[in-house]
Nanobody, 114 residues
Framework: QVQLVESGGGLVQAGGSLRLSCAAS????????MGWYRQAPGKERELVAT??????TNYADSVKGRFTISRDNAKNTHLQMNSLKPEDTAVYYC?????????WGQGTQVTVSS
């Protein structure tokens, strides 16, 4: 089992920045990929960014050049969000993946005002 706890969400004006963090615990050595997803009201959950154990990253087109995913150790994954737009408003979820399993955090609200 893997437990994920997100932090760092909040309210910010358009053009501002936020840094989300995800703390993982449990069977973290088995994790292959960490990721951030988001879900806006009335919309489906969508990929924001992922990072592999080897450091390879993948981003949604809508956040390329503005968001950066990183891991500082096996336990902590971050999402630096710059130049935020109102359309970035959503609940952001941390996710961990290993062969045959996926784990999700409880989510953290990000609200960008215009």
């Amino acid at each position: 089992q893997v437990q994920l706890v997100e932090s760092g969400g909040g309210l910010v004006q358009a053009g501002g920045s936020l840094r989300l963090s995800c703390a993982a615990s449990g069977s973290i050595r088995s994790i292959n990929v960490m990721g951030w997803y988001r879900q806006a009201p009335g919309k489906e959950r969508e990929l924001v960014a992922t990072i592999t154990n080897g450091g390879s990253t993948n981003y949604a087109d809508s956040v390329k050049g503005r968001f950066t995913i990183s891991r500082d150790n096996a336990k902590n994954t971050h999402l630096q969000m710059n130049s935020l737009k109102p359309e970035d408003t959503a609940v952001y979820y941390c996710a961990a993946f290993r062969i045959g399993y996926e784990y999700w955090g409880q989510g953290t609200q990000v609200t960008v005002s215009s």
